[in-house]
């Protein structure tokens, strides 16, 4: 099967290389492509969304045209509107749309085709347009996320995504303005959310819009579309993992439902893709503790994973829409094993693992007269985790659970001034429980515990353009108050970037802002040591408010495509607990307060010619801890950091084959060794110096290639093929230490992905 699957995929990608002969002359381009030249010629720059200009081909203009006549061409050939602005400003909107010019792309391609960055530092995914990255081969959210300078993930989980040195926890989700606790399928390697019908997806960094809260690193931004086509359309798809479907129904001329769900069949049919993953998430689980003393007679396990989620939108009249979106997604193992122990006595140990979100929400939009607009909106959020241990030798029963359950509800409102001004403000409300339960028998032992905290916030912001449009600027608050813990917080954002020439551009961003819940971990073995950790909320006791504070300086340099961008920051976060940072050492136990600190440096190099496009990262960082007890209150490096972080892609596109390959390499993660001579009356660990041993650098190469084409009239399909670690590097991303029974210490390492091949293939219509 494994040799089998080699073959499948080596052939796809060398046999895919045949459409590299066939010439470009006299042929059609897509209106990008005519864009991007008119831009040289004419010393102009075109701002668009990328689906405005999506699917669109059109033969080159001739040379000899002015620019005026150009346009008109145009105008005449798409169907859009191409509107002067300034002197050197030209924005491209559907013939239906009004311009909006507060929110412009000042860079389109930003790593490759449908990821743009705006003048607001945000950074914009179209999944729709999503061109290609190395080793994907459908267009995961999270994964790409994790292509930006500044962002990682150390442990290769889309669950732990690292943003400028901060934990996942500290990451703000939102899905339909949903608040997700559950971003990954396969207990964190897979992203739970369907890209397929998702229309705007927004990451930042810094700088973060007001309108958004209780989140102390990045901020994700899903939705879907949200605009009525009239049109009927739908999709199905594979890989080696799973099967998809989603679907665009027009109910009547103001109503449209849109459909998605996902399922696994890993637990029918096993591939290599699999087995690799499996092999990543449970090797060092508690679950295969038992083999390294007994004999393994039998194993049975069961996995799976789906999601489904729903979108109806209503245009109840011109000015007045009602969207309601739902969410559904899951997670279950059984794991069964049956072990023959030293005394060849036969135990069985039974064990499941459930974690599962649901989500749900209902916005109303109106827009009255003056360009006033108006929405309110209702969500709820929930998450629960739950494991199972039934131990029939021991005749003990461990039940673990942790649930999240979030009510919200949110009143925005803004004004559009002239096409260079625009006010936005609003109120929110939520209220977070958290309850955790654990419940063990012989001994009996029964834990309950549940907090609920209640936020209220307003907030308002308000966003500029110069007469020249050559300033940008956004300026905001958000005034938070958190009712268990008494605390009223004032968070300033902004966002400033100035276009210094036509080829340059300044940026500045800063952000204050907070966050009442984070995720902890009591035990490494807890949930089995899949999912250890818990959420957990803020208190007056042992869990403070977390809060950050963030500045950055960058400077762009774009022509010819050619991007140069450097960014410099700063960035500060208080209030974390010792618990929150799953510390393996010492400290593991060690119940302290603290905080870490990041300065960095964001460097990207994209370079565009021909068919080919290739972009090298690299950030610089450090970040330390400083907590009131641990280490005597000297600072010491964070347990997720990694120094030195570059990645490099080289894509080729030719008509509707695609092909990339990718690099990934960073500097070791910091660990604690145990000290050379250790106390042997001391039944504990003694330990060096915390996080002053690193790990063997990170390398990893990666392939993919899709090819696009037409099955039938009105039926397209697409296929690809990738290879994850395709050198099968023995990457090491975490290590620590325990005692066996005799007291003596084990070194345990935590390995990457090991050589994982995948293959999709897809049909729209």
Same mark, same amino acid.
Do not use: C
């Given at each position: 099967?494994?040799?089998?699957?080699?073959?499948?995929?080596? &052939?796809?990608?060398?046999?895919?290389?045949?459409?590299?002969?066939?010439?470009?002359?006299?042929?059609?381009?897509?209106?990008?492509?005519?864009?991007?030249?008119?831009?040289?010629?004419?010393?102009?720059?075109? %701002?668009?969304?990328?689906?405005?200009?999506?699917?669109?081909?059109?033969?080159?203009?001739?040379?000899?045209?002015?620019?005026?006549?150009?346009?008109?061409?145009?105008?005449?050939?798409?169907?859009?509107?191409?509107? $002067?602005?300034?002197?050197?400003?030209?924005?491209?909107?559907?013939?239906?749309?009004? $311009?909006?010019?507060?929110?412009? #792309?000042?860079?389109?391609?930003?790593?490759?085709?449908?990821?743009?960055?705006?003048?607001?530092?945000?950074?914009?995914?179209?999944?729709?347009?999503?061109?290609?990255?190395?080793?994907?081969?459908?267009?995961?959210?999270?994964?790409?996320?994790?292509?930006?300078?500044?962002?990682?993930?150390? *442990?290769?989980?889309?669950?732990?995504?690292?943003?400028?040195?901060?934990?996942?926890?500290?990451?703000?989700?939102?899905?339909?303005?949903?608040?997700?606790?559950?971003?990954? !399928?396969?207990?964190?390697?897979?992203?739970?959310?369907?890209?397929?019908?998702?229309?705007?997806?927004?990451?930042?960094?810094?700088?973060?819009?007001?309108?958004?809260?209780?989140?102390?690193?990045?901020?994700?931004?899903?939705?879907?579309?949200?605009? &009525?086509?009239?049109?009927?359309?739908?999709?199905?798809?594979?890989?080696?993992?799973?099967? *998809?479907?989603?679907?665009?129904?027009?109910?009547?001329?103001?109503?449209?439902?849109?459909?998605?769900?996902?399922?696994?069949?890993?637990?029918?049919?096993?591939?290599?893709?699999?087995?690799?993953?499996?092999?990543?998430?449970? +090797?060092? %689980?508690?679950?295969?503790?038992?083999?390294?003393?007994?004999?393994?007679?039998?194993? *049975?396990?069961?996995?799976?994973?789906? *999601?489904?989620?729903?979108?109806?939108?209503?245009?109840?009249?011109?000015?007045?829409?009602?969207?309601?979106?739902?969410?559904?997604?899951?997670?279950?193992?059984?794991?069964?094993?049956?072990?023959?122990?030293?005394?060849?006595?036969? @135990?069985?140990?039974?064990?499941?693992?459930?974690?599962?979100?649901?989500?749900?929400?209902?916005?109303?939009?109106?827009?009255?007269?003056?360009? /006033? !607009?108006?929405?309110?909106?209702?969500?709820?959020?929930?998450?629960?985790?739950?494991?199972?241990?039934?131990? #029939?030798?021991?005749?003990?029963?461990?039940?673990?659970?942790?649930?999240?359950?979030?009510?919200?509800?949110?009143?925005?409102?803004?004004?559009?001034?002239?096409?260079?001004?625009?006010?936005?403000?609003?109120?929110?409300?939520?209220? #977070?429980?958290?309850?955790?339960?654990?419940?063990?028998?012989?001994?009996?032992?029964?834990?309950?515990?549940?907090? /609920?905290?209640?936020? !209220?916030?307003?907030?308002?912001?308000?966003?500029?353009?110069?007469?020249?449009?050559?300033?940008?600027?956004?300026?905001?608050?958000?005034?938070?108050?958190?009712?268990?813990?008494?605390?009223?917080?004032?968070?300033?954002?902004?966002?400033?970037?100035?276009?210094?020439?036509? !080829?340059?551009?300044?940026?500045?961003?800063?952000?204050?802002?907070?966050?009442?819940?984070?995720?902890?971990?009591?035990?490494?073995?807890?949930?089995?040591?899949?999912?250890?950790?818990?959420?957990?909320?803020?208190?007056?006791?042992?869990?403070?408010?977390?809060?950050?504070?963030?500045?950055?300086?960058?400077?762009?340099?774009? @022509?010819?495509?050619?991007?140069?961008?450097?960014?410099?920051?700063?960035?500060?976060? =208080?209030?974390?607990?010792?618990?929150?940072?799953?510390?393996?050492?010492?400290?593991?136990?060690?119940?302290?307060?603290?905080?870490?600190?990041?300065?960095?440096?964001?460097?990207?190099?994209?370079? +565009?010619?021909?068919?080919?496009?290739?972009?090298?990262?690299?950030?610089?960082?450090?970040?330390?801890?400083?907590?009131?007890?641990?280490?005597?209150?000297?600072?010491?490096?964070?347990?997720?950091?990694?120094?030195? #972080?570059?990645?490099?892609?080289?894509?080729?596109?030719?008509?509707?084959?695609?092909?990339?390959?990718?690099?990934?390499?960073?500097?070791?993660?910091?660990?604690?060794?145990?000290?050379?001579?250790?106390?042997?009356?001391?039944?504990?660990?003694?330990?060096? %110096?915390?996080?002053?041993?690193?790990?063997?650098?990170?390398?990893?190469?990666?392939?993919?290639?899709?090819?696009?084409?037409?099955?039938?009239?009105?039926?397209?399909?697409?296929?690809?093929?990738?290879?994850?670690?395709?050198?099968?590097?023995?990457?090491?991303?975490?290590?620590?230490?325990?005692?066996?029974?005799?007291?003596?210490?084990? =070194?345990?390492?935590?390995?990457? &992905?090991?050589?994982?091949?995948?293959?999709?293939?897809?049909?729209?219509?």
């Amino acid at each position: 099967m494994n040799k089998l699957l080699h073959r499948i995929v080596l &052939l796809l990608l060398i046999s895919t290389f045949s459409n590299l002969a066939h010439s470009q002359k006299e042929e059609p381009q897509q209106l990008v492509q005519i864009l991007e030249i008119l831009e040289k010629r004419y010393e102009v720059k075109f %701002s668009f969304e990328t689906k405005t200009v999506l699917n669109i081909e059109l033969y080159p203009l001739k040379e000899d045209l002015s620019l005026e006549e150009a346009l008109d061409k145009l105008k005449a050939i798409t169907n859009l509107n191409f509107e $002067v602005l300034s002197r050197r400003f030209i924005a491209i909107t559907p013939s239906d749309k009004i $311009v909006h010019r507060l929110e412009e #792309v000042v860079v389109n391609n930003y790593l490759s085709r449908g990821i743009s960055k705006t003048n607001n530092g945000t950074i914009t995914v179209d999944a729709n347009a999503f061109d290609i990255l190395p080793g994907l081969i459908e267009p995961d959210v999270l994964q790409i996320v994790q292509n930006l300078p500044g962002v990682t993930s150390v *442990d290769e989980r889309i669950s732990n995504i690292n943003v400028r040195g901060g934990t996942n926890d500290q990451n703000l989700i939102l899905y339909e303005g949903i608040r997700m606790y559950q971003s990954g !399928h396969f207990f964190g390697l897979i992203s739970a959310f369907n890209p397929y019908l998702s229309d705007d997806i927004r990451i930042s960094k810094n700088g973060t819009s007001a309108l958004y809260g209780n989140g102390v690193s990045g901020t994700i931004s899903i939705k879907n579309v949200d605009d &009525l086509d009239q049109k009927f359309s739908a999709g199905l798809g594979s890989n080696l993992l799973s099967v *998809d479907g989603y679907a665009k129904v027009p109910l009547s001329k103001k109503t449209e439902l849109q459909l998605s769900a996902r399922r696994s069949f890993t637990d029918v049919l096993v591939s290599e893709t699999y087995d690799a993953y499996f092999d990543r998430i449970f +090797r060092d %689980s508690e679950l295969n503790t038992a083999n390294d003393v007994n004999t393994l007679l039998a194993l *049975d396990e069961r996995f799976l994973f789906y *999601d489904v989620n729903a979108k109806f939108l209503y245009d109840i009249n011109d000015s007045s829409k009602l969207r309601i979106s739902l969410l559904n997604i899951y997670n279950n193992l059984d794991y069964n094993q049956v072990f023959a122990n030293s005394d060849n006595n036969i @135990q069985e140990t039974r064990s499941s693992l459930n974690q599962v979100s649901y989500g749900a929400s209902a916005t109303y939009s109106k827009t009255f007269k003056n360009d /006033i !607009h108006t929405s309110a909106q209702v969500y709820y959020s929930h998450y629960d985790l739950d494991a199972q241990n039934n131990d #029939v030798t021991n005749s003990q029963l461990l039940i673990q659970e942790n649930k999240v359950e979030d009510y919200g509800l949110r009143f925005d409102v803004k004004k559009i001034i002239d096409n260079d001004i625009e006010v936005r403000g609003g109120y929110q409300f939520n209220e #977070v429980g958290v309850t955790n339960f654990e419940d063990v028998s012989n001994p009996n032992f029964t834990s309950l515990v549940k907090e /609920i905290v209640r936020t !209220h916030a307003i907030f308002g912001e308000t966003e500029r353009y110069s007469k020249s449009h050559n300033t940008y600027i956004r300026l905001g608050a958000r005034i938070s108050y958190f009712e268990k813990l008494k605390e009223l917080v004032l968070e300033p954002r902004f966002a400033f970037n100035q276009k210094i020439s036509d !080829h340059v551009r300044l940026e500045v961003l800063g952000e204050l802002k907070s966050q009442t819940i984070s995720q902890v971990i009591d035990l490494q073995q807890d949930f089995f040591g899949i999912e250890k950790r818990r959420w957990q909320l803020s208190n007056l006791e042992n869990v403070p408010l977390v809060k950050s504070q963030q500045i950055s300086l960058g400077l762009s340099y774009n @022509q010819n495509n050619l991007l140069v961008s450097l960014e410099g920051y700063y960035k500060n976060v =208080e209030g974390i607990t010792a618990q929150s940072q799953g510390f393996q050492n010492q400290f593991q136990f060690v119940n302290d307060k603290g905080s870490y600190t990041v300065t960095g440096l964001d460097f990207l190099i994209n370079k +565009r010619f021909n068919n080919f496009s290739t972009w090298l990262s690299y950030t610089l960082s450090n970040n330390d801890y400083t907590f009131d007890v641990i280490n005597e209150g000297n600072s010491f490096p964070n347990s997720v950091d990694l120094t030195h #972080v570059a990645n490099a892609s080289l894509t080729y596109s030719l008509k509707n084959f695609k092909i990339g390959l990718g690099l990934n390499w960073h500097s070791g993660r910091a660990y604690t060794k145990p000290l050379n001579t250790q106390d042997n009356s001391n039944s504990a660990i003694e330990y060096q %110096s915390p996080n002053s041993s690193r790990l063997s650098d990170y390398f990893r190469a990666d392939l993919s290639a899709i090819y696009k084409f037409q099955l039938s009239k009105g039926i397209k399909a697409e296929a690809g093929a990738s290879v994850w670690n395709m050198l099968n590097q023995n990457n090491i991303i975490n290590r620590y230490y325990t005692l066996d029974s005799d007291n003596d210490i084990v =070194e345990v390492d935590n390995r990457s &992905l090991k050589f994982t091949p995948n293959l999709s293939f897809r049909v729209n219509f």
